[in-house]
């Protein structure tokens, strides 16, 4: 799976940092009834929210790579827009189509 440039030099710079986020994050997923799929799924209306290029792109990426279809990526953007309003949606589904035009 792609990892940025960034990602990985913090992973470098700060091994111990990184390994206990990544921990934290193995336990929070494993923490409830939730598939691994629909909880990119979830993660990706969340980075939609926060206007994250990066975290949009990744949970793309990982929901792909976990069974979901184009609809349903393209379905959790557009959840996010009465909520987080469409200027973040129109952005979100730029980045989730780099995304998904790269995996073809």
């Given at each position: 799976m792609y990892?940025?440039?960034?990602y990985?030099?913090?992973a470098s710079s700060y091994p111990e940092i990184f390994e206990t986020n990544k921990d934290l994050g193995v336990k929070i997923r494993a923490s409830g009834p939730l598939d691994?799929?629909?909880q990119?799924?979830?993660k990706?209306?969340?980075a939609v929210g926060a206007n994250s290029r990066?975290?949009?792109m990744s949970h793309t990426r990982k929901a792909i790579a976990n069974g979901a279809t184009k609809e349903e990526?393209?379905?959790a953007i557009l959840l996010a827009m009465s909520t987080t309003g469409f200027p973040n949606m129109i952005a979100s589904f730029y980045w989730a189509d780099e995304v998904l035009k790269k995996d073809k």
């Open positions: 990892l940025p440039k960034k990985q030099d913090f691994v799929k629909t990119n799924l979830v990706l209306g969340i990066g975290a949009v990526i393209n379905h």
